[in-house]
């Protein structure tokens, strides 16, 4: 593609110092290792739009002015749902507040370049919820599985479908984080190191309980790897290491993949169509704004058909 006209070098930039980088500033000021993944990928996609040899570590972001941002912010349109668009300028504006504090723009400068508006549109929400049979044949699944990765797992699926978690979280957990006695589960690693509490009920608490069992209750990681030979490593799982096992546990229940992200959708979903308040999903989802814990309802357009059934035209 043509590259955006955005000088390449700058004297104030010493690009290999982290402590002069606006971007590794920027980054390092996030609060979890996801959110840092996640701006990283964002920050390295602007970077390639103006070279695509170009790096978070040696991309002059300083010299950025009001139209070269207003020029990303064009292809980003192009390229990207509005979303992941404006989730890319969110990270662009945190490396240029940076560049701004950190004494390489001017005011006038970095006023001018973070005016540039977000991108407006909606787009169709994705995923899916999973419905009660797909639950039950991936959970049939794991008590089919006689070694401690099939207790394991059907836990890690109580806590994801049953707690709302996310998969960050999911792996932050300790076993001190947990009382078996009353299901309350407490999440310490949410996004945004804001702390909650859960609760798991009926057949999560027992499945979570059984794995426990296996386990044994001694500190440390809740959910711990397993090798081939189902001996338990005594270490903290990965989130890849959670997408791996929901991958594996649907092929063998036969039914369409899944994300960790289905479950959060389920979770809300259930909740809020079996009458749970969207007030009180929204704190058990770790959501500061119930805006965002309603777009993962995904109880489909037959929800919206029965809704839209309730008026009467009379012809």
């Known amino acids: 593609m043509t590259h955006l006209p955005i000088p390449t070098q700058t004297a104030a930039i010493e690009p290999h110092r982290e402590t002069a980088n606006p971007a590794l500033v920027y980054l390092a000021s996030l609060p979890s290792p996801e959110s840092r993944r996640v701006m990283r990928s964002a920050l390295d996609a602007i970077a390639r739009m103006v070279n695509p040899e170009a790096a978070v570590e040696t991309f002059p972001w300083a010299s950025l002015r009001f139209e070269h941002v207003a020029a990303i912010r064009s292809v980003l349109m ?47 929400p994705t995923g899916r919820m999973l419905d009660a049979s ?105 989130s890849q290491a959670v997408y791996n096992v929901l991958r594996k546990r649907a092929e063998q229940a036969g039914v369409k993949p899944f994300t960790p992200h289905d479950m959060r959708r389920t979770f809300a979903s259930t909740l809020l169509d079996n009458g749970a308040d969207l007030a009180v999903v929204s704190k058990l989802m770790g959501h500061a704004n119930i805006t965002t814990t309603a777009r993962y309802d995904r109880r489909g357009e037959e929800a919206k058909r029965a809704a839209a059934s309730l008026f009467h035209f009379p012809y």
């Open 134 to 238: 797909e639950v039950a044949a991936v959970v049939a699944a794991c008590k089919a599985d006689s070694t401690p990765a099939g207790a394991r797992d059907a836990a890690l699926l109580a806590v994801m479908l049953a707690g709302g978690l996310r998969r960050a979280e999911v792996v932050g957990l300790d076993v001190d984080d947990y009382n078996p006695e009353t299901g309350e589960l407490t999440v310490r690693h949410g996004k945004g190191r804001k702390e909650r509490i859960v609760w798991l009920t009926n057949g999560a608490r027992r499945a979570l309980n059984a794995w426990l069992d296996v386990r044994g209750r001694e500190p440390g990681p809740l959910f711990m790897p397993i090798n081939k030979g189902g001996r338990i490593i005594p270490k903290r799982m990965t």
């Open 78 to 124: 192009e390229r990207y749902a509005p979303a992941t668009a404006n989730r890319h300028l969110s990270a662009l504006k945190g490396v240029l507040k940076a560049a701004w504090q950190l004494g390489l723009m001017s005011d006038a400068d970095y006023m001018r370049a973070v005016d540039v508006k977000g991108v407006k549109g909606e787009t169709l």
